[in-house]
Structure formats: structure tokens, C-alpha cells
DNA sequence: GTGAAAGCGCTAACAG
DNA sequence: CTGTTAGCGCTTTCAC
């Protein structure tokens, strides 16, 4: 379809017999202008429907307003909330956010990447993939002079802006009020060690262990993922080893919603046969009948942040001096960890009767 | 922070001897130049770190293969993840979406657009406000040419592109069913009877009522908005009239949500004491005791074909020609409306014992 | 106060 | 195949 021929400063210039830079000027509430030449400017900029060409005005002026952002996911209850605040915040700042979404895929991401710093957005917010590993472009971005602030997935190199949870202090909270709570053996579903949000997590995990002179098992140590299906495959996995741990951390509430949900279809009860907690929280969560305990984080808090060290990176007028914030987490208490239930049960152990209705419930699966 | 010189076309040609249409032309994969230049070219702009400013290229090319998104609300299962599909489709179509978020504001909706216009969006894709009045904007974007596609919150003009549910058929389909399931007393709670798809739903309401024969009760018929809180504050309203019915029809799944947390809150039983579907459905669903049967959309499909849509228009010469696409839904039965189970209650009729439990149920509520 | 000139980085049209 | 010439619509000097 063809676009109408737009109108443009000229056509008001024109129409009012001044110069377009009068016009200009007039529209940008320049102090050059009379109060009286702009109110008529502005009148007929109404009349005629004008409206400024953002393309031509940031080409000139070197800046476009707008900052870009790159999420792995969207359809995904932190995700979807951090970026609503980013939203607010860039709104209540005059600035646009151009939103991309990497879907996981590092390509994808290092694509989305270019094409923002094509469109010459001002700065950069992003949480990278799971799978991102080459850093190259991000030392670009720093060379081009483009502020890049990485938010909860950030990445451990100097001179980036990082906003980020206290996700080893927080893990540590909740494992060791496991501890606290009677259990002795504990078991972590980590997502991936090699994410920073995986590796902090772990850390937590092994700090409280070692505090508490708890050894380490490894093989209760399952990396996969960070999505619901990796929890329930997971949690499968763990189903399969000699001893069953009293006690599971998982490092997302998307991964605890798929051992709740493997769990329950094998029969297996939360938290009376195994106790459970995580990392985050969900919408989801209000909803279970037995509602897990987690670390909670401050969703909304990490867009906000975000944006407001990005604006200040903005602001300051040469290098700037990249900032670290970690934002602090509190444990949540619901209906999972709230006292010692479990009785070490040891699957592959028990008598032939109890062996059976174990694997009946595994068949169940399909 | 100020941006670093970025290389430009010239830089390149300079370095190469060659002029920057040559550079411009080979870039982009022009036939013109020899397989050999065009290797060259692009060797040099790799090593000098080029990127094109779209800034410029679109101030020139007249169109910035952009598409502009309007929606009311991002962290919510039913837009984020008909937005991620809009993204998805955007991008192996090597579109840009520049998705903005109205946080159910007219006046914020407004200014997004304007910017989006002033963005030079190819074209826009929108789903309104549930205040949305003024429809000037639309009209406005439609005589600069701008193709417009409603998706789901959809304006009742001509010349517009709209994508939607078969609200009102998929409605009647919910409601036949309860009545089929032995109901006869039937409560709607509507959303707004001012926004499209609140009307809709009401004429799939009333569309069963009539045909069955049941008598239409106003006071059964309540408005006050699309959310949870919504729906548990028309809930609780309900309980207040005389009689309550058997059945209530929830325009949206949040809603039912709402009536669900009431519900629970006041000690009546779903779908014992009373039986209840919504329009569409959420993660929460799959993670209730009592999972709400309700009226399927095809969210993603939404998405899709907004976007299909959009790029024909897009691509058509001249004028387009709006298109209307209506999806089907489907029924989807789980846990409530099964079996009519319901038995008529008329709670201020009952014996003192019971009103007793009633009110304390109401109490608890504080 | 106002405007003329120059240019942002790129592409389109045409000429060689 | 390659280059020249003209802008795109706006802002930024810098004269007047």
C-alpha cells in the first residue's frame, strides 16, 4: 500500500509564508521564536495533521530516543512483568523501547543485536540467552560508544552495567532454612552451570551445604535447563538414583512447576514424600493446592533499575563508569518447607509392594 | 555517554577507491555490482565494523520495514503470548516490531500512535483500550495510508483490518452447553458492554437464552471490567441479590479467576454450589483443583494472522481492501460444567443456620 | 527573532 | 558494471 504523501515542516512554511527552521524551531518550543508566530505555527501543524519524521529528525540530531532491548522470552511471567516496568519507566522518561525477543537462540539474539544498533537505539538492555557464549558483539557495542545494561541474565565481563538478584545470597537463604528445617540430604536442580543465574544459584546451594558440613552429592546435582520440562525431566532423573534426597531446590519456579507436576503424576507427594522450594515465583503459584515456598525476587524492581542506570549511563556526558546493582531477595513461605516431613525413603530399596506402586506411577507418565 | 564516529558508507568507499553508491549497492546484494567489488565491499565493511544506519536508509527508501504494536498489557498470558507470535512471524518476514503498551490508558494509547506514525511505521497493529472512544487517531492513520490491523479488541468501522475471535459464537456454543447440562438459571458477568468483545459475548449470552426460551435477568447481568478483581468484586455482588443462579459465564479466564478466589473465600463450592465457564483460558488453568471448562482461543493463531494480514496489506499497489477474519474457538470441558450439579440456592431464603454460615464466609473476606 | 546554508547517511535515477 | 547528481525531512550553525 502507498503511504500518503506526508506533510512536513515546508508545507506548514509555506502555508504561513516563514522559513521551515522558523517552523522547526516553532514546534520545538525553541526560545528563539515569538510566543505569537508559534502558536500560529503549531496551529496549522495541527490542521494539516503533521507529524514530525523521527527518521529524518534523529539523523540529524544524532540521537534517536529510544532504547533497545533484547529478552530471551516473553510469554513468561518474569520476563513479561520486567519488561511492563521497562515499559512504564521509558514511557514516564520520554524514551521508546524497541523490544526484541532472542526465543533462546543466540543467533537470533546476535541478530536482533545489529539491527538495533542499526537503528541507532541510544542504549542497550538485555538478558541473554541461555545459550549465548560469544561475546564479541558485546565488546562492539561498548566500542560504538552504546550503553549496555544486562539485567538478571547478565554476563561477568568489566566495563557493562548489571542489574542482577542476590541470586547466591538468596539460594543460600533458602537451603539453609532447609537445613535449619531438618533436612539433611538436598538435592539441586540447577538449570545450566553455565548461565551466571545457574552458577550463582549453585554457589548458594554449596555454600549453605558446606556451612552446614553437609557433604556434596553430584549426582544429586542435575543441570538441563531452566523451563518447566527440564524440572519434570529432571526430577524423573533424580527418581531414577539409588536414594531419593528429602529435599529439592530448583532454580526457577518454572522447573519446581514441572517436579510438581512429574511428581504428582507419579504418586510422589509434595511436601510430604519430598520437599520442595525455588528461585523466583510464578502466577501459577497462587493456584496450588500445596503453594511452594521460594526465593522471592523483585521482578518489577529489576526492569526499574535496569532503566535507571541505563538513563544515567545516558546521561553522563563521556565514558561512563559501568554500574553493579543486585537487588536483595526475601524468602517466601508458603505451603512447601515449612517443617521436616519427609521420611528418607530409599525407592529402590523398599519392599516389592512399595517398588510397585512406584513404577505403576511411572508408567503412568506415557 | 557520547557515541563513537560510526563508519559509514564513505569510509568504506574511501578505503576501497571506489564511490559509496558502489559500497551501498554491493551491500545490499544489488545485481549491479561484480560478484568480486561486492566481496571486496563487504570484506572492508566487516573489518571496519559497519553497520547501516536504518535511520538514514529509511529516510531515503520511504518505507523502515517497521511495524508498529499497540496492545493494552504485556505481562498477561492472553497478549504476551499473541505477541510473541507477532514477533515471530515479523521476523522471518525481516520485519522490525516496535511494540508499545498502553497499560489500558486512551490518552497513553493516543500517544503511542502518534509516535508510532512518527516513527514511520510501515504499518499497525493494535488492540485497544477498554476506554478507547475516540476513534479520530484511526481515521487519521488511515488517511496517511498507514495500513491499520485490530487484533482481538477490535473497532466496529469499515476500512480497517480486524482479527478476531468468534466471540459471540463461541460464547452461545459455552452457554448452549450449560443449558444442555440441565441449567437454567444463568449469570453473566460481561466485562464492559462498551468494548466489542464484551458486547459479543453478551449476544452469544443472550443468543442461548433465547433460544432455549430462558428469560433474560438484568440483575444477572454484570459489567464492571475484564480483570480478576473484576470478576471477584462481581462475584461478590452477585451473592448479594436474592437468588443466586446455577451457572455464571465469565467473559474472560482472569475473571473466572476473580470468581474462583471469591468463591473459595466464601465457602461456596465450584462447580458443586455453583457451576461456572469463562472465554478463553490461562497457565493458572492447568494448576487449579478444579480446572475451569471454558470457550478456546486460538492465541497464538490470533497473532498470526494479524500479522499475515498486515504484510498482504502491506503489499498490496494501492488501496488495500480491509480484511475481516473471524477464528473459531472451540469447547474445551475440564473440571466444571460436566453435569448439572448445582442445586438452586436462594440464600436469604434458607433457614438461620445457614444464613449464618453465609455471612461468616463473608466476614472472612475482610 | 528569523532564515540561508550545509549536512546527517543513505538510496534512486540516470548517465557513462 | 560504476559513478554522478539529487534529494529524503530535519536540525544545526551562523549570519542578518
Known amino acids: 500500500m502507498k503511504k500518503t504523501q506526508q506533510v512536513t515542516l515546508s508545507d506548514i512554511a509555506g502555508k504561513l509564508g516563514v522559513s521551515k527552521v522558523t517552523v522547526s524551531k516553532a514546534l520545538r518550543g525553541h526560545p528563539d521564536i515569538s510566543r505569537e508566530t508559534a502558536k500560529k505555527v503549531k496551529k496549522i501543524a495541527k490542521d494539516l495533521g503533521y507529524f514530525p519524521n523521527y527518521m529524518a529528525r534523529n539523523l540529524s540530531s544524532k540521537h534517536s530516543n529510544t532504547i533497545g532491548v ?58 541473554i540467552t541461555q545459550q549465548t557464549t ?33 541470586d547466591r545470597g538468596g539460594t543460600f537463604k533458602a537451603v539453609e532454612h532447609a537445613i535449619n528445617v531438618g533436612y539433611t540430604t538436598l538435592a539441586l536442580l ?4 553455565h548461565v551466571n543465574i545457574g552458577r550463582q544459584r549453585t554457589l548458594g546451594f554449596t555454600d549453605a551445604l558446606a556451612k552446614h558440613g553437609i557433604p556434596i552429592r553430584p549426582e544429586w546435582m542435575i543441570y538441563s535447563g531452566f523451563g518447566e520440562e527440564d524440572g519434570y525431566r529432571d526430577f524423573l532423573k533424580l527418581c531414577e538414583s539409588d536414594e531419593m534426597p528429602e529435599f529439592v531446590f530448583c532454580a526457577t519456579f518454572p522447573m519446581a ?86 521420611v528418607p525413603k530409599k525407592i529402590y530399596y523398599q519392599p516389592a509392594a512399595s517398588l510397585e506402586a512406584a513404577s505403576t506411577g511411572i508408567d503412568s507418565l506415557d
Chains 1, 2 share one sequence.
Open 134 to 166: 560469544d561475546l564479541a558483539i558485546f565488546h562492539k557495542v561498548q566500542e560504538m560508544g552504546v550503553p549496555l545494561t544486562f539485567v538478571d541474565r547478565i554476563v561477568d565481563e568489566p566495563g557493562f552495567n548489571t542489574v542482577s538478584n542476590d
Open 70 to 127: 533484547v529478552v530471551p522470552k516473553i510469554a513468561h511471567y518474569f520476563f513479561s512483568t520486567m519488561i511492563e516496568t521497562i515499559y512504564d519507566v521509558a514511557f514516564e522518561n520520554n524514551y521508546e523501547i524497541i523490544l526484541t525477543v532472542s526465543q533462546e537462540d543466540a543467533k537470533r539474539e546476535l541478530y536482533h543485536i545489529k539491527s538495533l544498533l542499526s537503528m541507532r537505539v541510544d542504549a542497550l538492555i538485555m538478558s
Open 257 to 342: 512447576l514441572g517436579v510438581y507436576r512429574a511428581a504428582e503424576e507419579l504418586g510422589i507427594r509434595i511436601p510430604d514424600d519430598i520437599d520442595i522450594m525455588c528461585f523466583g515465583s510464578g502466577i501459577a503459584n497462587r493456584f496450588l493446592s500445596t503453594r511452594i515456598s521460594c526465593v522471592e525476587q523483585p521482578v518489577s524492581e529489576l526492569g526499574k533499575v535496569a532503566m535507571e542506570v541505563t538513563l544515567a549511563s545516558l546521561q553522563s556526558a563521556e565514558e561512563y563508569t559501568p554500574r553493579h546493582v543486585v537487588l536483595g531477595t526475601t524468602l517466601k513461605l508458603a505451603d512447601t518447607c515449612i517443617r521436616k516431613v519427609a
Open 190 to 193: 540447577g538449570g545450566y552451570e
